[in-house]
C-alpha cells in the first residue's frame, strides 16, 4: 500500500532533553490516521516536523514518496495543516482570511474559497470580521483553511475542539467525505476517543515521545472481548458470591467498587438473581465491550520500560 507519510527514527532533543525518540510513523494513502496521546506526549511536536516548522534532530520524514528538506516548497503546497490554535486576520472576513491565504500558496481558483465555506457551514457570514466568531467558527475557519487549495494530505491537530455536538457530527461528516470521496489522506489528532473510533482506520499511540502502538481499528474491534460489568459497594462479598456460589474465575476487581466477569456461560439476569439473594447491593449491571478507550488506557497507563510498538500494520 502507498505510505502518504513515513518517518524514520525521527527524534527531537530539546535543550537536552529527548522529547520525540525514534518515532516510526506510517499512514497509507486515502486513510484517515488516528493520532493519540496524552497532552505532552509529542503529537503537536510531530505534526510541525512533518510540516517543517520544527526540524528533526536526528531520523528523517518521507512525504508523498519523498524526502522531506528545507527546500520541499512544492510537496508541502500538497498538504493542507491546522496545528494548535488557528490565527487569523481578526479584522478582515473569512472569505478575505482564504482569498490572503490562496494568495499564499499560490492558488488560484475562486470556487475553491466558496466550496471550502460551505463544507464547513460559514457559507453565510458575508463581511463579518474574524474577531467576531465564536470559537467554533474559527475551528471550522481553520479547516476551512486547510481544505481550500485541495490538499492530498490533511494534517490536524485536534480539528474540532469548541465544537458543539452538532459541529462535532457535521466536522466528522466533512472528513469521511474528504477522505471516501476524494482521496484525501488524513492525519488527525484528537483527545475525544469516541470520536476517533468513529472515523480512523487506523491509530497510531504516542507516550512520552515514543509510538508505543499503530494497529488498524479493525484489528481493535476483532480483539474487542465481552464482558459483564458490576457496580457494588459491596466488592468483596460480590467476588465471594461470584468464586464460591457461581463458580466464576475469570473475574477482575476494577478498583473499590467495580468488578468485570468475563465468564459467558451466565445471563446478567442469572448474576443479579444469585447475587441479590446473597445480600448483595447492586448499584448498576451492564454487558459491555473492550472499545479503543480501553485500548488507549492500557496503552498509556503501561509500564513505560517495557513499551514496544505493535507493528501488526507496518
Known amino acids: 500500500m502507498t505510505k502518504v507519510i513515513t518517518t ?4 527531537k532533543t530539546f535543550q537536552g532533553k529527548e522529547i520525540i525518540s525514534n518515532l516510526n510513523l506510517h499512514v497509507n494513502k486515502g486513510e484517515i490516521y488516528g ?9 503537536t511536536t510531530v505534526m510541525k516536523m512533518l510540516m517543517n516548522f520544527v526540524k528533526p534532530s536526528a531520523g528523517e ?4 514518496g519523498q524526502r522531506l528538506t528545507s527546500q520541499s516548497y512544492e510537496m508541502l503546497k500538497r498538504i493542507g495543516s491546522m496545528i494548535e490554535f488557528p490565527i487569523f486576520y481578526e479584522k478582515l ?26 463544507m464547513v457551514k460559514l457559507q453565510l457570514t458575508g463581511s463579518k470580521a474574524v474577531k ?3 470559537l467554533g467558527m474559527k475551528q471550522r475557519l481553520g479547516i476551512a483553511r486547510a481544505i481550500c487549495t485541495k490538499p492530498e494530505l490533511l494534517i490536524l491537530d485536534e480539528p474540532i475542539n469548541g465544537l458543539d455536538p452538532v459541529g462535532i457530527k457535521e466536522i466528522r461528516q466533512l472528513f469521511q ?7 484525501v489522506t488524513i492525519l488527525i489528532s484528537s483527545h475525544i476517543l469516541s470520536e476517533i473510533e468513529q472515523i480512523a482506520d487506523t491509530v497510531g499511540v504516542i507516550r512520552n515521545g515514543m509510538l508505543v502502538a499503530e494497529v488498524a481499528l479493525d484489528d481493535i474491534r476483532s480483539q474487542q472481548t465481552e464482558y459483564i460489568e458490576l457496580l457494588t459497594y459491596d466488592a468483596r462479598k460480590a467476588l465471594y458470591v461470584l468464586d464460591n456460589e457461581l463458580g466464576l474465575k475469570n473475574v477482575k476487581l476494577m478498583d473499590q467498587s467495580l ?7 451466565l445471563t446478567q439476569n442469572q448474576l443479579s438473581k444469585t447475587l441479590i439473594s446473597n445480600d448483595v447491593n447492586i ?8 472499545s479503543l478507550e480501553d485500548y488507549f488506557m492500557n496503552l498509556i497507563e503501561g509500564d513505560e520500560n517495557s513499551a514496544e510498538v505493535d507493528s501488526t500494520r507496518i
Open 61 to 64: 520524514i518521507e512525504l508523498f
Open 283 to 290: 448499584e448498576a449491571i451492564a454487558r459491555k465491550n473492550h
Open 35 to 43: 493520532f493519540l496521546g496524552p497532552n505532552g506526549a509529542g503529537k
Open 93 to 118: 472576513s473569512a472569505r478575505e482570511n482564504l482569498e490572503l491565504h490562496c494568495e499564499y500558496m499560490g492558488y488560484y481558483k475562486p470556487s475553491a474559497i466558496e466550496e471550502a465555506l460551505e
Open 259 to 265: 468488578i468485570r466477569i468475563y465468564d459467558h456461560h
Open 177 to 183: 467525505t474528504l477522505c471516501n470521496e476524494y482521496g
Open 8 to 11: 524514520r527514527n525521527l527524534t
Open 132 to 134: 467576531d466568531f465564536s
